[in-house]
């Protein structure tokens, strides 16, 4: 089962771009790589998936580099709305699990004015 | 439109009295899943139901069941609740695998308070 590593929290400013790296050492060839993005009280939400090198979408992309032991979710422009905790999974495709995948410890990311 | 209902968003309860959360989804998806999040931690996954399959997390306690009577209604019954119990459940559900999506929709969760 891939695990992965993220920054605990990241601070930046309205209108800059993020960058959030996940490592994910020991994933698997079959695997996804799927961000989602948490807010107080809320359940979580699918921002972007991928399997390798460049996924965009109208909210973010997703860079991962050939040996895809880590990727990056890119955040343009971010807003004050844009603070939350964001989640990098990669997926447990172990036959039947396909679509179980667990949770790691996020990031939060705070934009400050 | 709410794709992903739970109901109902608080519930309080007692120590030790039964206590049931309701997800529903207009999704008709195979797979159901229930995490749990106490606050300031990740979500952790409990068990999940691939239509009526039921597979359950190695260290989710006894004290948790889950029911899925038909596609799009899924039940977490906690039968003994314990303080350590109190945090927001979270339903999700996805595809399945015939579809290659690893995308799960998660409703807004029912907070559980135990007194």
């Known amino acids: 089962l891939a695990k992965t590593t993220q920054p605990i929290s990241m601070d930046s400013y309205e209108g800059q771009e993020v960058n959030i790296t996940c490592s994910h050492n020991?994933?698997?060839?079959?695997?996804?790589i799927t961000w989602y993005q948490q807010f107080p009280s809320q359940g979580p939400r699918f921002i972007i998936q991928?399997?390798?090198t460049k996924v965009t979408n109208e909210v973010a992309s997703l860079f991962i580099p050939a040996d895809r032991k880590s990727s990056t979710l890119s955040l343009p422009r971010v807003s004050l709305s844009d603070t939350a905790v964001y989640y990098c999974?990669?997926?447990?495709?172990?036959?039947?699990?396909?679509?179980?995948?667990?949770f790691g410890s996020g990031t939060k990311l705070n934009v400050k004015p | 439109d709410a794709m992903v209902i739970q109901n109902p968003r608080y519930q309080v309860t007692q120590f030790g009295k039964p206590v049931t959360l309701s997800c529903s989804q207009t999704?008709?998806?195979?797979?159901m899943y229930w995490y749990q999040q106490k606050s300031s931690q990740a979500p952790k996954l409990l068990f999940h139901?691939?239509?009526?399959?039921?597979?359950n997390e190695a260290d989710t306690p006894d004290n948790f069941q889950s029911r899925r009577p038909n596609t799009s209604f899924c039940f977490l019954d906690i039968r003994s609740p314990g303080l350590g119990d109190a945090a927001m459940y979270l339903c999700?559900?996805?595809?399945?695998?015939?579809?290659?999506?690893?995308?799960?929709?998660f409703g807004p969760g029912t907070r559980l308070t135990v007194t």
């Open positions: 991928g399997y390798k």
């Open positions: 999700a559900t996805s595809r399945g695998r015939v579809q290659s999506s690893y995308e799960q929709y």
């Open positions: 020991n994933i698997a060839t079959n695997d996804y």
């Open positions: 999974l990669v997926g447990d495709t172990m036959g039947y699990n396909f679509n179980k995948f667990y």
């Open positions: 999704l008709n998806h195979n797979v």
């Open positions: 139901y691939y239509d009526k399959d039921f597979n």
